[in-house]
């Protein structure tokens, strides 16, 4: 067991030792398939599933750890979380979909005076003296006291100015893969099982990460009149090797390899009524090996240049959306002072 000062460990490695083989190479690969559209081989436990990692580290035992609460940080509170967990909730959306959260913070803040600025990509920050940041756009620049970076991280690299190589250095090296993601929809279809969806291990398909059985979860989205949706998600070794080789990444494709592996693991073997095909490029970053080095390199770089930069999102501790959200809440608590966790 990696017990040293500074331990990690695959998430491959650390199951086949802990759990056995077959749960390494079929739950876990799929897992770290479904939830970072990763290579177990590759990702760090300690990054990906910390719960995990801490549990063995202090009590030495998976199982007893994750009993005694190893790893679990003080969760934040309000009613709405109250509610999320006495009523023991395991998904949730918007009747208008997800677009409708950020629709309603633009709403929100720009009713109370907040400047959006859209459609304005950051070209680089400059620091100016005094400490204060240069925004520069497009088409002009800004100034701020302080900036909170939600850009993926090899984004923010980019940006950065000369003084703050190794900041840059650190955040250019956490990559991330991209996802060809299907919605399907079926007229008079129905599902030869009920649930959330399933994962598909690489040794099975090395394309498809995964189907999740959108209308099991909220029926109520299905439309008038009611059709059965699915979402295809594809990715891993094949979507990489395409892109690696420059190869046609044509919707026709991705709503090919969808519609047959809804047929080939689901029985959905007519055409789909409605269709909709989103390749997302460069989308999950990927929680590698020595990733917390990575992250505390930058966190020490900060802290110790004093840099008015704060980062949050996807790329460091958290790829899913409630991972998104509150790491932006804890990024606004810090540059305020504030730690509240309501």
């Not at 749960?23 to 719960?51: I, K, Q, T």
């Not at 549990?55 to 190893?70: F, I, P, T």
């Not at 090296?173 to 599902?191: D, E, F, K, P």
């Amino acid at each position: 067991m990696p017990r040293g000062k500074d331990p990690d460990e695959t998430v491959h490695s650390f199951a086949q030792r802990r759990l056995g083989p077959e749960v390494a190479s079929l739950a876990m690969d799929s897992l770290c398939r479904g939830v970072f559209a990763g290579n177990s081989r590759e990702l760090s436990v300690r990054s990906c599933f910390p719960s995990l990692f801490q549990a063995e580290q202090s009590h030495r035992s998976v199982l007893l750890g994750l009993l005694l609460g190893a790893g679990h940080s003080p969760r934040p509170d309000s009613a709405l979380i109250r509610q999320a967990r006495a009523e023991r909730w395991s998904q949730w959306s918007l009747r208008g979909g997800l677009e409708t959260l950020p629709q309603a913070l633009n709403t929100y803040l720009t009713s109370r005076g907040v400047s959006v600025l859209r459609g304005q990509p950051v070209c680089g920050l400059n620091l100016l003296p005094g400490g204060r940041w240069k925004v520069s756009l497009g088409d002009g620049s800004l100034e701020a006291d302080h900036v909170i970076s939600a850009v993926p991280a090899s984004v923010l690299s980019k940006l950065l100015p000369a003084q703050a190589a190794p900041l840059a250095h650190a955040l250019s090296a956490i990559t991330a893969v991209s996802v060809a993601v299907v919605n399907l929809q079926y007229r008079g279809a129905r599902l030869p099982v009920q649930g959330f969806g399933h994962l598909v291990p690489s040794s099975e398909d090395p394309g498809v990460l995964g189907i999740v059985y959108d209308s099991v979860a909220f029926p109520e989205q299905d439309g008038s009149p009611p059709g059965l949706r699915v979402t295809v998600m594809l990715g891993g070794s094949w979507l990489q090797t395409l892109e690696a080789r420059g190869g046609l990444l044509s919707r026709e494709l991705f709503q090919q390899q969808a519609q047959q592996a809804a047929a080939t693991q689901l029985g959905l073997k007519e055409p789909p009524s409605h269709c909709l095909v989103h390749l997302h490029k460069n989308c999950i970053p990927q929680y590698t090996l020595g990733h917390w080095q990575k992250l505390e390199a930058a966190t020490q770089f900060l802290a110790s240049q004093r840099l008015p930069l704060t980062l949050a999102g996807a790329s460091y501790e958290g790829v899913a959306v409630n991972d998104c959200i509150e790491s932006g809440r804890r990024a606004a608590a810090r540059v305020l002072g504030s730690e509240s966790n309501s």
